[in-house]
């Protein structure tokens, strides 16, 4: 069963999504064995983002970013690993933790 991490912004969805699922950011947040699979596929349907990865032995990830009070987000990432010992609960939480930094990092890019 895939781990599941979920987190509250204060950024907008698209924003956050746009973070996520940027190739060039993607290494900053993504555990190792989903870093340099290129571009997510990726799902906008109204209000909901969902993006998906596939990586090595099994890996795979799956990010869901809707709208919260205040104009935030919600972000909940789904982390299925390939069983090489990690704890798939614990990069969860790690990757949303590096995801919620990098988007502070592209905010005050831009």
Do not use: C, H, Y
Request: negative net charge; without cysteine; aromatic residues 4%.
């Amino acid at each position: 069963m895939p781990a599941r991490a979920v987190r509250g912004m204060s950024a907008p969805p698209e924003v956050v999504f746009n973070t996520a699922t940027d190739p060039d950011r993607a290494s900053a947040w993504l555990p190792e064995p989903l870093r340099g699979d290129g571009s997510p596929a990726a799902e906008i349907n109204g209000e909901e983002l969902r993006a998906r990865w596939s990586g090595d032995a099994d890996w795979s990830a799956e990010i869901k970013v809707d709208p919260a009070d205040s104009g935030g987000a919600r972000i909940q990432l789904d982390l299925a690993d390939g069983s090489d010992g990690a704890d798939p609960d614990q990069l969860a939480d790690e990757a949303l933790v590096n995801l919620v930094r990098e988007v502070a990092d592209n905010l005050q890019a831009g």
